[in-house]
């Protein structure tokens, strides 16, 4: 039963390694060429455009960096989807040329809920200590206080 076992575990491991090579050829997700950069915000201070693209930048804006993993499947499809996906929905390097929902962002943000918890490990830059944190905070008040005012008083 031993030598079964073992065998048993040698194929699997040989199994996923070839399932993993084969997962390599799937194209999706690797195209990691940035949009430019359209317009951006009117920030309110150099430092929380900083603080900004130190947290959010990678997902918000068409300056991501894309570390070396990002080129490896099944993890280049979910960074690649994530950071489509926070584009479309706040993206700063397209201010003015697409709708951005900078009320959400600033209240996700504020909550805790951005950036995502499963960013953070792999981007401890992202974690702001508390008076950076407040800073951001402010800053993306001032800098999007119009958009804010707008969206103040609607249903949603």
């Not at 079964?4 to 060429?33: D, E, S, T, W």
């Not at 997902?59 to 996906?85: D, G």
């Not at 944190?133 to 609607?154: C, H, K, P, W």
Request: aromatic share 12%; charged share 20%.
């Amino acid at each position: 039963m031993n030598k079964f076992i073992k065998r048993l575990m040698i194929f699997l491991i040989i199994g996923c390694a070839a399932v993993i090579i084969l997962l390599q050829l799937v194209p999706y997700g690797r195209n990691h060429i940035n949009p430019a950069v359209i317009a951006e915000p009117a920030w309110d201070s150099p430092d929380t455009r900083t603080l900004f693209m130190q947290t959010c930048g990678d997902c918000h804006s068409n300056e991501t960096v894309w570390p070396w993993y990002s080129k490896i499947a099944p993890v280049s499809w979910f960074l690649y989807n994530h950071v489509e996906e926070g584009r479309s929905q706040f993206n700063v390097s397209a201010w003015g040329y697409q709708e951005n929902e900078a009320e959400e962002a600033v209240e996700l943000y504020i909550h805790g809920e951005m950036p995502p918890k499963s960013y953070l490990p792999a981007h401890p830059e992202a974690r702001l200590s508390g008076e950076a944190r407040q800073a951001l905070i402010d800053g993306m008040f001032a800098t999007f206080g119009s958009e804010l005012r707008n969206g103040e008083g609607e249903d949603e």
